[in-house]
C-alpha cells in the first residue's frame, strides 16, 4: 500500500518518493518541523466534531449543519492506497476530504500537466494529486465525494478543488507510476532543480554533488547545511542516570537533576562508562532514529543501540554482493589506503621539520598502493607506510617537560613498554601502541579512533548499509569491519591533527592522565578536555576539496557515506574518499 502523502511526494519529486518510500529515509527540517506542529496543533485544537442539529416540535425540515471528522484512517485494495485523512466535512450527503498545507498557494496563472491531463491552476499539483487520492479513497469506502478543499496556511486561502476527470486520470496514473518506480533502481537526481534547496532530504539525496561528479553540472551548489543543527550529548559521570520527561533527555546525580537538554537538540547519545539509562528514555531516542553509543570508562566501544536498521535493503543487498567480487573489493581498498597515505603525508607536511625522506617514502607508497595486486600486499604497503608516519609523528610534539608540582599518579611501567616517569618529555611516545594504550599520547589517538569510528558507525547505518560487513579489514564478530575501511582516511586529518593540537597549544596537560601498571588513561577532566575538542573539531568547517564548499567534518563523513553508497548501487563510476589538501 502507497500511503497517499507520498503521492504528493512523487509528483514533487520521483526521487524523494523513493528515499522516503522505498528506502524509508527521513529527516526533519524548519518546513517539516512546522508543518508536523500546525497539524498537531490542529488535532489537538481544532473544531470539535459537531452532528446534525435537531429541533424539537419544528417542522418535518431539519437544519442541517456541517460535519467535521478528524484524522480518519481509510485504505483501498483495489487502487493500492492507504492513508490519513486530516478532516473531512459533511454536506447534504457529500464528504469533502480538507488537506491543509503550511506553504502559500498558487496565482492562479501557472498551467499545470500531469501525463497529458491538465490540472487546475488554483494549486499545486503534487497538492491536487494528494486531495483526490483522498477522494478515491472515500468513494471506494462507500462515501460520495466529488470535491474538496486546500486550505493554504502562508496565504489563509482555502482552494476548492473538483474531483473532475482530469485530475482523477492523473491520479491513477500516479498511483501507477509510483508503485512501479518503487520496483526500480532509484531514479536520477533532479538537475539544478530549486525543489532542491528547501527539500528536507538534500543531505541524503546528495543532488549537485552525483551531478558534479557526473559531469551534468559545474560547481555544485552548497545544498546540504555546512553543519547539523544537533549535536552529541556526551554522559560521563560515573553513577549518573539518564531518564526523559516528555520530549526532553534529563540527566541525574545522586537522585538530583543535575541537567536536561530538549530532544530536538541531540543527534546522538553516547554513554562513557558506568552510567544508566531508563526504558522510557531509549525509547523516545530509537523512535526519534537517535543512536545510543556504550562507551567503557576508558574509552573503548562496548557496543550501540538504534531503531531497526532502514528499509533501504537493496543498498545492503548491492553491498553483499560487491563484497563477493574480490576485485572489487580490492579496488575499493586500495582507495581507502592510498587515501590515508596522502592524509598522513599532509599532516606530515603541516606539522613536521626535516621530514622530506618520509614525505618521499610515503608518496612512493602511496603509489605501490595503487598497484598492489591482492590485499595482502596493500596490508603490507599500508603497515610500511604506518611505521614510517608514526616514527616520525613524536617529532611533530613540542616538548613539554614533566613537572614534578603536576598532580599525576604514577605507576610502575615494565621498562620499555612505554612511558616512564625518567622521560625528558611527558609526552613522549615509542611508536603506535594500543589495547592497551602505554602512554599518553597512544592513549589520546586510542580514545580518539574510539569516538570517530562511532560517528562513522552512526552515519553508515543512517545511510542504509552495514556497518560490520566491509571491504577491506578481514570480517570478524563484533567488528564493524565497513566503519573501520571508511575511517582509515580520516584518522589522520581528524584524530592525530586533534592530538597534536591539543598536546602544542597546553590545553592537554600531565594531570589529565592517570598512569597505571600496565596501561595510561585520561582521568575524568581529562575526558571531559578530549571530548570538548573532539567536538569542536567535528564542527569545524573545511573547504570540501573535492565539491568546494565549507562543510563541517561531521557533515563530510555523512557524505562519504552517501558516496559509498551510490557508488555500491552503480549511480556513480568511481568513489574516491576525502584527500585534504
Given at each position: ?8 511526494e ?36 481544532g ?91 472515500l468513494?471506494?469506502?462507500?462515501f460520495?465525494?466529488d ?56 543531505a ?10 557526473a ?14 543543527d ?5 554522559v ?19 537522585g ?38 556504550f ?15 532502514t ?66 600486499s ?119 591533527s ?59 563523513l ?6 559509498l553508497?551510490r ?15
Amino acid at each position: 500500500m502507497i500511503p497517499i502523502r507520498m503521492l504528493n511526494e512523487y509528483v514533487y519529486c520521483p526521487r524523494l518518493f523513493y528515499l522516503e518510500h522505498v528506502q524509508g529515509l527521513f529527516r526533519d527540517n524548519p518546513d517539516t518541523i512546522h508543518g508536523s506542529f500546525q497539524h498537531e496543533r490542529s488535532s489537538q485544537y481544532g473544531r470539535k466534531v459537531r452532528h446534525k442539529v435537531e429541533k424539537e416540535h419544528t417542522e418535518e425540515k431539519k437544519q442541517q449543519v456541517p460535519l467535521f471528522t478528524k484524522n480518519l484512517s481509510l485504505t483501498s485494495e483495489k487502487l493500492g492506497i492507504t492513508g490519513k485523512l486530516d478532516a473531512i466535512e459533511e454536506d447534504n450527503n457529500h464528504y469533502a476530504p480538507i488537506e491543509s498545507k503550511n506553504s502559500a498557494g498558487t496565482e492562479g496563472k501557472q498551467k499545470f500537466v500531469i501525463e497529458k491531463w491538465e490540472l487546475s491552476p488554483d494549486a499545486w499539483p503534487n497538492d491536487q494529486i494528494q486531495l483526490c487520492a483522498q477522494g478515491l479513497l472515500l468513494r471506494d469506502n462507500g462515501f460520495n465525494s466529488d470535491y474538496g478543499y486546500i486550505y493554504y496556511r502562508g496565504a489563509k486561502e482555502r482552494v476548492k478543488i473538483e474531483f473532475n476527470v482530469n485530475l482523477i486520470h492523473s491520479t491513477l496514473e500516479v498511483i501507477k507510476a509510483s508503485s512501479e518506480i518503487s520496483k526500480n533502481p532509484i531514479p536520477s537526481p533532479l538537475v539544478d532543480s530549486q525543489k532542491c534547496i528547501r527539500c528536507s532530504l538534500n543531505a541524503f539525496c546528495t543532488p549537485d554533488e552525483l551531478n558534479f561528479i557526473a559531469g551534468k553540472i559545474g560547481e555544485p551548489r552548497r545544498i546540504i547545511p555546512g553543519r547539523d543543527d544537533a549535536g552529541i550529548l556526551y554522559v560521563v559521570t560515573q553513577g549518573a542516570r539518564v531518564s526523559k520527561s516528555g520530549e526532553t533527555i534529563v540527566i541525574g546525580v545522586n537522585g538530583e537533576k543535575v541537567d536536561e537538554v530538549p530532544l530536538k537538540d541531540i543527534s546522538h547519545l553516547v554513554l562513557v562508562g558506568h552510567i544508566q539509562i531508563t526504558t522510557e528514555a531509549i525509547h523516545l531516542l530509537m523512535a526519534s532514529q537517535r543512536t545510543i553509543s556504550f562507551l567503557g570508562a576508558g574509552g573503548k566501544m562496548i557496543g550501540t543501540a538504534s531503531a531497526p536498521i532502514t528499509k533501504n535493503v537493496l543498498l545492503r543487498v548491492a553491498q553483499y554482493k560487491k563484497f563477493e567480487n574480490e576485485g572489487y573489493c580490492l579496488n575499493i581498498a586500495k582507495e581507502i589506503i592510498t587515501a590515508k597515505i596522502e592524509n598522513q603525508r599532509t599532516i606530515l607536511r603541516r606539522n613536521g621539520g626535516n621530514i622530506d625522506e618520509a614525505l618521499s617514502l610515503l608518496k612512493n607508497l602511496s603509489t605501490d598502493c595503487m598497484g598492489s595486486k591482492d590485499k595482502d600486499s596493500l596490508r603490507g604497503f599500508e603497515g610500511k607506510a604506518s611505521q614510517i608516519y608514526f616514527n616520525v609523528f613524536p617529532s611533530l610534539i613540542k616538548k613539554k617537560e614533566v613537572k614534578k608540582t603536576e598532580q599525576m599518579t604514577f605507576g610502575d611501567l615494565p621498562e620499555g613498554q612505554g612511558w616512564d616517569k625518567n622521560m625528558d618529555s611527558f609526552f613522549a611516545m615509542n611508536g603506535r601502541n594500543k589495547r592497551p594504550p602505554r602512554d599518553p599520547v597512544n592513549a589520546m589517538l586510542s580514545f580518539g579512533y574510539t569516538l570517530l569510528s562511532r560517528d562513522i558507525i552512526s552515519a553508515i547505518i543512517g545511510t542504509g548499509m552495514d556497518p560490520y560487513y566491509g571491504f577491506y579489514h578481514i570480517l570478524e564478530v563484533g567488528r564493524p569491519s565497513l566503519a573501520i575501511d571508511m575511517m582509515e582516511p580520516f584518522r589522520p586529518i581528524i584524530i592525530d591533527s586533534l592530538v597534536l593540537r591539543l598536546i602544542n597549544t597546553g590545553e592537554i596537560k600531565p594531570s589529565h592522565f592517570h598512569i597505571a601498571q600496565t596501561e595510561v588513561q585520561l582521568t575524568k577532566d581529562g575526558r571531559f578536555k578530549f571530548l570538548e575538542a573532539y567536538e569542536r573539531r567535528m564542527d569545524e568547517l573545511i573547504t570540501h576539496p573535492v565539491f568546494g564548499y565549507r562543510i563541517s567534518y561531521r557533515r563530510i563523513l555523512d557524505v562519504e557515506c552517501r558516496l559509498l553508497g551510490r557508488f555500491l548501487t552503480e549511480e556513480i563510476n568511481s568513489y574516491k574518499p576525502l584527500r585534504t589538501r
